[in-house]
């Protein structure tokens, strides 16, 4: 129940096109969705994040999609560059005695061609 | 800020030997994770802090993991003995409480190879 299910685990998408990266979870207690972003050879950094209580946020060319009765959530990356090549992480979080704690999916290795 | 430091960023060594892994918190964070990545197993949780208190160990994949935290601005995590398997980047990070504890900054991690 703890887990983030994340697909696809690589991506190869063309400049300018749409990166669609999906995530599901079991656990209703979950109150919290982050994205993280990863470069090689540097530490993953919070890229966009999102509360239950909203079904879509956005920040630039980067949205999540958030679907509570569906347990799922997604990242759409428009006009997708090069220089988004990176590894995403899904996440989820919870209050409780799991308070501060993150449960990451399994990442997506995204490739943007020029 | 310098950010969440981490020491050393490579490290090679043989198998049984201890291994020793260091991380600088952001000043002011109050939580510090512990984290391992590989190719076959992902992101995984070893251990978090809160205020240096450990919290959560059950990642901690056996007793030759160990973690400390004697104050508020430095950590360690200690293979002994090691095996290849422990092979992995080992990544620290840190968060504020509050409204800001999903925001986690990470380091930028160790290397480690046992040979």
């Known amino acids: 129940q703890q887990q983030v299910k994340q697909s696809p685990q690589s991506l190869i998408v063309q400049k300018g096109g749409i990166s669609i990266i999906n995530c599901a979870y079991e656990n209703t207690a979950f109150d919290y969705f982050p994205w993280y972003q990863q470069f090689p050879g540097k530490g993953p950094a919070l890229l966009i994040a999102?509360?239950?209580?909203?079904s879509e946020k956005k920040e630039g060319r980067f949205t999540i999609s958030f679907n509570k009765s569906a347990k799922q959530f997604s990242l759409h990356i428009m006009d997708s560059q090069p220089g988004d090549s990176a590894t995403y992480f899904c996440a989820a979080g919870m209050g409780g005695t799991s308070y501060g704690k993150l449960t990451f999916g399994q990442g997506t290795i995204l490739t943007v061609h020029p | 800020d310098a950010g969440v430091i981490q020491s050393p960023r490579h490290e090679v060594t043989e198998m049984g030997q201890e291994v020793t892994l260091r991380c600088k918190p952001i000043s002011g964070h109050d939580y510090l994770f512990w984290y391992r990545q590989t190719m076959m197993r992902g992101l995984e949780l070893l251990i978090y802090f809160n205020n240096n208190v450990p919290i959560d160990d059950s990642g901690m994949p056996e007793d030759r993991f160990s973690a400390k935290m004697p104050n508020a601005s430095f950590s360690t995590l200690k293979i002994q003995p090691s095996e290849p398997r422990d092979s992995a980047v080992y990544f620290c990070?840190?968060?504020?409480?509050?409204?800001?504890?999903?925001?986690?900054?990470f380091g930028p991690g160790t290397r480690l190879t046992v040979l």
């Open positions: 999102i509360r239950p209580d909203v």
């Open positions: 990070a840190s968060s504020l409480s509050g409204r800001a504890r999903y925001e986690q900054f």
